[in-house]
């Protein structure tokens, strides 16, 4: 379950991941951990590529809300929901985030670890024609929102 929701800006090195769609475009997550009241909040934000199929569009929420994130195996949280959407871009660092305080402890030497993000593999749409039908897939593959 996520913590309380916190606003705060991104570091200035997330973690950037993300992934495309079998139909063209993708979208890009950027996380990163930072200190709130001895506790680890997890911050991030995603963006979904302007061009991409319109069987794809609108479908980055859905995608993300699949998400988690993790630390060293450990996941901290489940559902990506939290983060908030912005304009692709080419770096991320210094952007108003969306964070959700987690159980975890902030530890010495967290300020170096940086977290896993990972997005499962899905199908976001299913088409059916006369030749049949054909499904639109997500992969993680990294960072899809660019240009």
């Known amino acids: 379950a996520s913590g309380p929701q916190i606003a705060?800006?991104?570091g200035s090195d997330p973690v950037l991941s993300g992934g495309t769609y079998s139909s063209g475009g993708g979208l890009t997550v950027a996380a990163d951990l930072?200190?709130?009241?001895?506790r680890t909040l997890v911050?991030?934000?995603?963006?979904e590529s302007e061009a991409q199929s319109i069987l794809s569009k609108g479908?980055?929420?859905g995608v993300v809300a699949t998400g988690n994130v993790s630390v060293g195996g450990e996941t901290?949280?489940?559902g990506l929901s939290f983060m908030k959407e912005v304009p692709p871009t080419d770096d991320y660092s210094g952007q108003e985030a969306g964070c959700t305080l987690t159980d975890r402890a902030w530890q010495a030497g967290d300020d170096d670890v940086?977290?896993?993000i990972r997005i499962p593999r899905q199908v976001v749409e299913i088409q059916d024609d006369e030749s049949g039908g054909f499904a639109?897939?997500?992969r993680q593959t990294g960072p899809g929102a660019g240009e």
């Open 8 to 10: 705060a800006r991104l």
């Open 136 to 138: 639109v897939t997500f």
């Open 59 to 61: 479908k980055a929420r």
């Open 34 to 38: 930072q200190e709130y009241q001895g």
């Open 76 to 78: 901290l949280v489940r």
């Open 114 to 116: 940086r977290p896993e």
């Open 43 to 47: 911050c991030g934000v995603w963006a």
